[in-house]
Every structure is written in structure tokens, then in C-alpha cells.
């Protein structure tokens, strides 16, 4: 731990004294996958992560990929040259929109129809003959597939589906096809927008 004694020293001020006089390896684990951050143009933050994988090779049954490219299903993608960093969940959202059947479907530029809400009042009634026959059609569905495949991908690369995805979830016992016909918009929008990502770019002084 590290204890600086300027206590009114502005908190990205620490962070820049953090970062010019300290050597840092922040390691991410998950279950067993590792991902180190690493300044390898440092020469003495190498000569310590590579003494630090040279004692992961002695402890453990370890294989060394290199540059990180993806993770747990994400990608990773860098511009080295314009400090940027690209993350998406690309193989993901293919594999949604094969399975739904909508890679190549019609275009759509927002998650969902502008003041829409879902409400309960949307199940139907079983005891109504159209109640029955759309609760029979829902059981065909892949409702619940779907809300799954694209909170993943809200939660990771695609926070601007955040709301529909949550209000979705809310109805998964509770199903009605204007809530079906809800993700399959949203599913038509992230194809729409299957490129983007989360980008973080290098920090410029302001």
C-alpha cells in the first residue's frame, strides 16, 4: 500500500505521481484465464513481468498467448498509434443473429420504438381463445434465449441497450408477443450497429 502525504492533493494528481514513480503489473484473473497490463516499452517493468511469468511457469501449468486479443468472448482490438482501445462482442452478436435468423435483416437505428414501455397488461389472457393461441406460440419462441444472449452483450460492449434488455428480463415469466416482437427490434438494431464497441483512448491533458 502506498500513502501519499499531500491529503489535498487532487485525486488525478495521485494518480499521475502513481503512474511516473511506480512500476505497475495490475493483473485481471478470472476463474482460470489471467490478463496482465503490462508497459513493456519499460525496460524495468518488463525485467519484473518477465520474472513474474518465469514463476507462473514454475507454480502452474501456464500458457503464454501474448498480446491480448480477446477474452471471454470479447475482442480486442488496439490503434497503437491514436492511444486506441476497441472492445466488442462480435462473435457473440453473430452467433444471436444467426440463430434468430437476422444477419441480414432490415436496418434499425434505435433499441426500441421511442416511449414504448412493456407492461403486464401486454400477457395474454388464458382464459380467452387468443390468449391460448398466443401462449401456444410463445412456448415455440426463444424469448427467453434471446433476453439472455442480449443482456450478455449490454452488460459488455453495449451499455446504450441497457433499458430494453432490463425491461425485457422483467417479463420472462410473463411473455407476450408485443415483448417477442420488442427483442427482435433489438436484435435487428445491434445488427445495425454490429460494429461498435466500448473504445477507451489515451488521456490528453486539458
Same mark, same amino acid.
Given at each position: 500500500?502506498?500513502?501519499? &502525504?499531500?491529503? $489535498?492533493?487532487?485525486?488525478?494528481?495521485? +494518480?499521475?505521481?502513481?503512474?511516473?514513480?511506480?512500476?505497475?503489473? *495490475?493483473?485481471? =484473473?478470472? =476463474?482460470?484465464? %489471467?490478463?496482465?497490463?503490462?508497459?513493456? &516499452?519499460?525496460?524495468?517493468?518488463?525485467?519484473?513481468?518477465?520474472?513474474?511469468? #518465469?514463476?507462473?511457469?514454475?507454480?502452474? =501449468?501456464?500458457?503464454?498467448?501474448?498480446?491480448?486479443? !480477446?477474452?471471454?468472448?470479447?475482442?480486442?482490438?488496439?490503434?497503437?498509434?491514436?492511444?486506441?482501445?476497441?472492445?466488442? $462482442?462480435?462473435? /457473440?452478436?453473430?452467433?444471436?443473429?444467426?440463430?434468430?435468423?437476422?444477419?441480414? /435483416?432490415?436496418?434499425?437505428?434505435?433499441?426500441?420504438?421511442?416511449?414504448?414501455?412493456? +407492461?403486464?397488461?401486454?400477457?395474454?389472457?388464458?382464459?380467452?381463445?387468443?390468449?391460448?393461441?398466443?401462449?401456444?406460440?410463445?412456448?415455440?419462441? &426463444?424469448? *427467453?434465449?434471446?433476453?439472455?444472449?442480449?443482456?450478455?452483450? !449490454?452488460?459488455?460492449?453495449?451499455?446504450?441497450?441497457?433499458?430494453?434488455?432490463?425491461?425485457?428480463? #422483467?417479463? %420472462?415469466?410473463?411473455?407476450?408477443? #408485443? /415483448?417477442?416482437?420488442?427483442?427482435?427490434?433489438?436484435? #435487428?438494431?445491434?445488427?445495425?450497429?454490429?460494429?461498435?464497441?466500448? /473504445?477507451?483512448?489515451?488521456?490528453?491533458? =486539458?
Amino acid at each position: 500500500m502506498f500513502v501519499f &502525504d499531500d491529503t $489535498q492533493e487532487k485525486e488525478s494528481q495521485r +494518480h499521475d505521481r502513481f503512474d511516473k514513480e511506480y512500476i505497475q503489473i *495490475a493483473l485481471v =484473473v478470472y =476463474v482460470d484465464d %489471467l490478463t496482465a497490463r503490462v508497459e513493456l &516499452d519499460c525496460p524495468e517493468t518488463k525485467e519484473l513481468y518477465d520474472k513474474f511469468v #518465469r514463476n507462473m511457469f514454475k507454480e502452474f =501449468v501456464v500458457e503464454d498467448r501474448g498480446i491480448l486479443d !480477446s477474452m471471454l468472448g470479447y475482442k480486442i482490438d488496439y490503434d497503437k498509434e491514436r492511444g486506441i482501445l476497441k472492445m466488442t $462482442q462480435k462473435g /457473440c452478436l453473430m452467433e444471436l443473429l444467426e440463430r434468430t435468423g437476422l444477419d441480414e /435483416c432490415g436496418t434499425k437505428r434505435t433499441p426500441a420504438e421511442v416511449g414504448i414501455k412493456p +407492461h403486464a397488461k401486454w400477457s395474454p389472457d388464458p382464459e380467452t381463445d387468443a390468449g391460448k393461441k398466443e401462449i401456444a406460440w410463445l412456448k415455440e419462441q &426463444d424469448y *427467453a434465449s434471446r433476453v439472455g444472449s442480449t443482456s450478455w452483450l !449490454s452488460r459488455g460492449s453495449r451499455p446504450e441497450t441497457a433499458w430494453t434488455t432490463g425491461m425485457l428480463a #422483467r417479463f %420472462l415469466t410473463k411473455q407476450s408477443k #408485443r /415483448c417477442y416482437d420488442m427483442t427482435t427490434r433489438l436484435i #435487428r438494431y445491434l445488427s445495425t450497429t454490429r460494429d461498435r464497441g466500448l /473504445c477507451t483512448g489515451a488521456r490528453r491533458e =486539458v
